[in-house]
DNA sequence: GACAGGAAGTTGTACATACAACTTATAACC
DNA sequence: GGTTATAAGTTGTATGTACAACTTCCTGTC
């Protein structure tokens, strides 16, 4: 299972170009967040394919930092975590920069391709 | 970054083909160890793009165990570590067609064509 | 052979991840 | 409106992951 070598040479790589903005997971909880419309645990950790207690604990580090707030059935990006995200935000673009020109478009754009094909073959619940 | 996305979900899936066998970072660290010689802590992090802290939490689990042997310079799997590594193989590849099945031969392709590219532009230490 | 430098390994701390079991809140049904 | 079933969330436990700092061992140099 090279998929979880794939995933620790790109996180050390994104975390990298983060500058100790935040971890990457947290970002993408957040961003997640940001897109949803009525955001719950449940509905981030079906979104991003994460086991609900997993969730939980990220949401709860980010909660008692002020990132996030609201319970069941609202959660929110507070002010505090918008402003963390839209800092964040560039370098992740250069992360994403970096690896593009790394593999090249079409390298890029088969592994995107594939992360994508196996989202779809394996939905949530059907694992 | 997906990528944690994907290896998400090919940990449960593959961990649920395992059935309790082993977990598959272990897995895969026994898997190097065994066609690996004169294999060390140091030579399975570097060849797994994993830290050397890691790799020596996950070595002192499986020696506890049993399954592994020996320190600096001469870590061996065991006889019994052999023996589970051999029971745990079929349902490592009953995962590996499962994969392949669900994706097609054009996207299993693209996957690991695009995870070796990724793992060629980041060589350990020039991350 | 002594010493210095670097490689290998361990430990403290923190976050990521998930399964099992539990609690709590919501909704469906009567 | 009360009961129950289900969804949502938390907590206990275990592993995975890595950075920083430390210890230990080996090797090259004099």
Same mark, same amino acid.
């Given at each position: 299972?090279?998929? +979880? +070598?794939? !995933?620790?040479? #790109?996180?050390? =790589? ?5 500058? &100790? ?6 970002? &993408?909880?957040?961003? =997640?967040?940001?897109? =949803? ?7 981030? !950790? ?24 609201? &319970? ?11 402003? #963390? #995200? !839209? ?10 920069? +970096? ?11 088969? #592994? ?6 196996? &989202? !779809? ?7």
């Amino acid at each position: 299972m090279s998929a +979880r +070598r794939l !995933a620790r040479i #790109l996180t050390r =790589m994104y975390a990298e170009e983060m500058e &100790g903005h935040m971890e990457p997971a947290q970002f &993408g909880l957040l961003q =997640m967040m940001e897109h =949803m419309q009525h955001c719950t645990q449940a509905g981030l !950790a079906n979104a991003l394919y994460m086991d609900k207690t997993t969730v939980s604990r990220d949401v709860a580090v980010m909660k008692k930092r002020g990132w996030v707030e609201g &319970g069941r059935g609202g959660l929110r990006v507070t002010p505090i975590g918008r402003r #963390l #995200l !839209a800092d964040a935000m560039p370098h992740w673009q250069r992360a994403q920069k +970096r690896l593009r020109k790394a593999l090249g478009d079409d390298e890029w754009q088969a #592994l995107f391709a594939a992360m994508r094909a196996v &989202g !779809a073959f394996f939905p949530v619940g059907a694992v």
